[in-house]
């Protein structure tokens, strides 16, 4: 009986540990994805300085004061995909035309879809990112890195708002890539 326990006490442990690794976001193939990912929107002139933007235009939460919104096709290694960038904008005097003249003044993070071919299906095989200006993904407050399928499963982050974007395709803004 005594053993009965311990033997079911070792499984849970393990089964706690396998959930905790099993993380839907953050880990090392998604940091590492982010990396790549940032590095071909530098590579075609989606970051930095006179990086290419929309006009600015008055967010609504969470995403921030002021946006700018993109849509596009980026290829990161072998995988054409679209993209869709979404930079938020804030910060004392933060204006649709104070950043329209000084973009990188007011820039406080740069949020990502990309879809990968075959990531992950039930999420429509985007991945997700929220960059801070310098390019590193953004932790949540238990130090988890913003990128991959963040929220998936979860009551809050990306994927758990953007399943209700009408259309089924989980971006908001329109239905052009609703099947
Ligand atoms: C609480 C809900 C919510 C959360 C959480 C959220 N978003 Fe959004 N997101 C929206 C809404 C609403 C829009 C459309 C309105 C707008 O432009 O702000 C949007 C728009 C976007 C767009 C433009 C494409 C589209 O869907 O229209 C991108 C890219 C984006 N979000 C990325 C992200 C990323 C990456 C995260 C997580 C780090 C995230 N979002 C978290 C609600 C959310």
């Not at 999420?123 to 913003?146: C, E, H, Q, R």
């Not at 499963?153 to 089924?168: D, E, F, L, S, Y």
Request: with cysteine; glycine share 12%.
């Amino acid at each position: 009986m005594k053993q009965k326990k311990m033997i079911i006490a070792a499984a849970a442990s393990m089964l706690m540990t396998a959930t905790a690794q099993a993380a839907p976001f953050g880990g090392s193939a998604d940091v590492s994805y982010a990396a790549d990912l940032w590095a071909s929107m530098t590579a075609a002139g989606y970051t930095g300085k006179g990086a290419t933007m929309s006009a600015p235009y008055t967010g609504t939460h969470p995403h921030g004061a002021i946006l700018d919104t993109i849509d596009t096709r980026l290829k990161v290694g072998d995988n054409d995909g679209l993209l869709i960038i979404k930079r938020n904008y804030g910060g004392e005097g933060v204006s649709k035309t104070a950043v329209a003249n000084d973009p990188e003044k007011y820039l406080k993070a740069v949020t990502v879809m990309y879809k990968r071919k075959g990531y992950d299906p039930e999420i429509k095989d985007w991945f997700w990112v929220k960059y801070a200006p310098d390019g590193t993904p953004m932790k949540n407050p238990k130090g988890m890195s913003l990128a991959g399928r963040v929220g998936k499963g979860m009551g809050q982050g990306c994927v758990a708002c953007h399943k209700a974007a009408p259309g089924g395709d989980m971006v908001f803004n329109h239905d052009r890539y609703a099947k």
